[in-house]
Nanobody, 115 residues
Framework: QVQLVESGGGLVQAGGSLRLSCVVS????????MGWYRQVPGKQRELVAV???????NYADSVKGRFTISRDNAKSTVYLQMSSLKPEDTAVYSC?????????WGQGTQVTVSS
């Protein structure tokens, strides 16, 4: 059974930083990409950042230059370093892993940025 467990969320003041982690356990034959999404109540979930097997990454325009995604394959972990946080970054952040046939999700971690 595949499990994704996020950690690192919390309450931070505007301008502060947080680092999210997502540990992947279980058997996945091949991981094509790992990413982070976020969602606020009443809105659709949106892609924040994704990193593929070749190391290339993509970011939402709203977080470019402030967030950095990275992955440690040896630890089966993907990270999201968030800096210069803004109140509009407040959301539940979820980890996602994509294989050729499935998508796996974590339970999410709350990030709250106070003004």
């Amino acid at each position: 059974q595949v499990q994704l467990v996020e950690s690192g969320g919390g309450l931070v003041q505007a301008g502060g930083s947080l680092r999210l982690s997502c540990v992947v356990s279980g058997s996945i034959i091949r991981i094509n990409a790992m990413g982070w999404y976020r969602q606020v109540p009443g809105k659709q979930r949106e892609l924040v950042a994704v990193v593929t097997n070749d190391g290339s990454s993509n970011y939402a325009d709203s977080v470019k230059g402030r967030f950095t995604i990275s992955r440690d394959n040896a630890k089966s972990t993907v990270y999201l370093q968030m800096s210069s946080l803004k109140p509009e970054d407040t959301a539940v952040y979820s980890c996602n892993v994509r294989s050729p046939t499935n998508r796996y999700w974590g339970q999410g971690t709350q990030v709250t940025v106070s003004s």
